[in-house]
Structure formats: C-alpha cells, structure tokens
Nanobody, 115 residues
Framework: QVQLVESGGGLVQPGGSLRLSCAAS????????MNWYRQAPGKERNVIAS???????GYADSVKGRFTISRDNAKNILYLQMNSLKSEDTAVYYC?????????WGPGTQVTVSS
C-alpha cells in the first residue's frame, strides 16, 4: 500500500507561481510512474504531467513550458513547479502513483488563480 498526500496549494494571482508537493509513504517498493492530474469544477480529471522513475517527463499542451514535474526518489516526493499561472489553471490537483499493477491517488489540493 502507498499513501499519497499533496500540499502546497492555495490562492495565487495570475502570473504567479506555486510549488506542489506529493509525499508518498507506506510500501518501500519502487514506484514507477507518477503523475499530476487536475480537475476543474464541472470538468473531467485530466493528466497534466508525468514522470518515470528514471526521470523522463511529459506534459499536456496546456501546461508545457510553464509547469515542471520532478521527483526525489530517495525521499519519495513528487513535485510540480507551476509558473505563469492563469485563471484556467484553477482546479484541484491530484498526484497519482503506479506501483506494479496498483494505482494510488492522493486526496488533492486546491489551487485557485485569481486577482
């Protein structure tokens, strides 16, 4: 079992920055892929960034060039650096981890971009 807890969300003005963290605890077996998803009110939950255990990263077009995903495998922490935030980035942000055939989700953290 893996437990995930996100942190770092909050209210930020357009153009600002936030860094989200996702701490993984529980099983010490290696976690392969980790992702950040987000879900805006009334919309589906969509993946925005992914990273493998070797550090290969991929991004959705909507965040490419503005967001950076990274992970500290030794500490089992996933990060999302978000720059140049826009109002349309407002959503609940979730981290997801894949360990063998199991998929784990965190409870989410709210990010609100507003002046």
């Amino acid at each position: 079992q893996v437990q995930l807890v996100e942190s770092g969300g909050g209210l930020v003005q357009p153009g600002g920055s936030l860094r989200l963290s996702c701490a993984a605890s529980g099983s010490r077996s290696s976690i392969s892929v980790m992702n950040w998803y987000r879900q805006a009110p009334g919309k589906e939950r969509n993946v925005i960034a992914s990273i493998t255990d070797s550090g290969y990263a991929g991004y959705a077009d909507s965040v490419k060039g503005r967001f950076t995903i990274s992970r500290d495998n030794a500490k089992n922490i996933l990060y999302l650096q978000m720059n140049s935030l826009k109002s349309e980035d407002t959503a609940v942000y979730y981290c997801r981890a894949i360990q063998y055939e199991n998929v784990y989700w965190g409870p989410g953290t709210q990010v609100t971009v507003s002046s």
